[in-house]
């Protein structure tokens, strides 16, 4: 392999999680070189209107906040690359990403690669997605249909967390699963179909979102009959779970099951003893954090990540 000039730091990822790491470490004299990845901004970048992160009293786009962190690490000497990494080779001395363009290496690297929600793939989603009424973050855009009808389509915690926050805000959620029973814990369930403002609506399955400039209605097939029925809504909230952006690293680090990176705080475990830690390697964001998947969260992890890098390069 072509030996590059090796970098003090490598951040994977430009989302919130990477963009803070790279701040952080900006400014701590490190000249973090960050890899745009596969969707610069991370997810982000889709949502219309950011209420819940703390400084912005009217809300902010998504896109707008995204780009001021990027500003904002770049003031302070943070450098930015278009690549998509594939590939990682650690040896004590040195780590190596593998991307599209000549290889890197680097002393540390933090590892924000992110995760993208699972969608359903019928038509309309995407001509709804980003602020027409389809979303994957209730508690981010739940505000905006205070008073309305929603739908949650899921049947797991997520679902039943995320219909339950809605019902605080909407006069009426309707809980969509293709099932006939939720696959939520039982405390979770029993909370569901105990809260008089959720109606769950079994063994339908979304085959279609209607509407002009926003949703209207969702059309729903029952599993059994194959009736097809038009079910009014404002929006549809999709919690059928993520996909952390971890694949091309399956054999290069370890995951979970669901391709989540393993590890405690932001250090990665080795996969020989999970006990011990890899040296100089840490995780940060969405490709981490299987449970609460926040802009805020994100950023703190990244936050976390690259001080944590600064103490290896200090020697700490």
Known sequence: MAQSEEEKLIIVGSGCAGLSAAIYAARAGLEPLVIDGIQPGGQLTT???VENFPGFPDGISGSELVWNMRRQAENFGARF???NIRQLQFSAERKYLIGEREPLSAQTVIMAVG???RKLGIPGEEKFFGGRGVSTCATCDGAFYRHREVVVIG???TACE???????LCSRVHLVHRRDRLRASKIMAERVMAHEKIAVLWNSIPIRMDGEERLASLQLRHGETQEEKALPCSAAFLAI??????AHFRSDLPLDERGYILGEGVR???REDPQSYFEGIFRAGDCADPSYRQAITAAAMGCQAAL?????????
């Open 47 to 49: 949502t219309n209107h």
């Open 81 to 83: 690359r278009s690549d």
């Open 115 to 117: 995760a993208t929600p």
């Open 155 to 157: 049947g797991g915690d």
């Open 162 to 168: 995320d219909a339950l926050f809605l019902a605080r």
């Open 241 to 246: 779970g993520q996909v952390p952006n971890t």
């Open 268 to 270: 990665i475990s080795r």
């Open 308 to 316: 944590e890098a600064e103490r290896t390069l200090a020697g700490f």
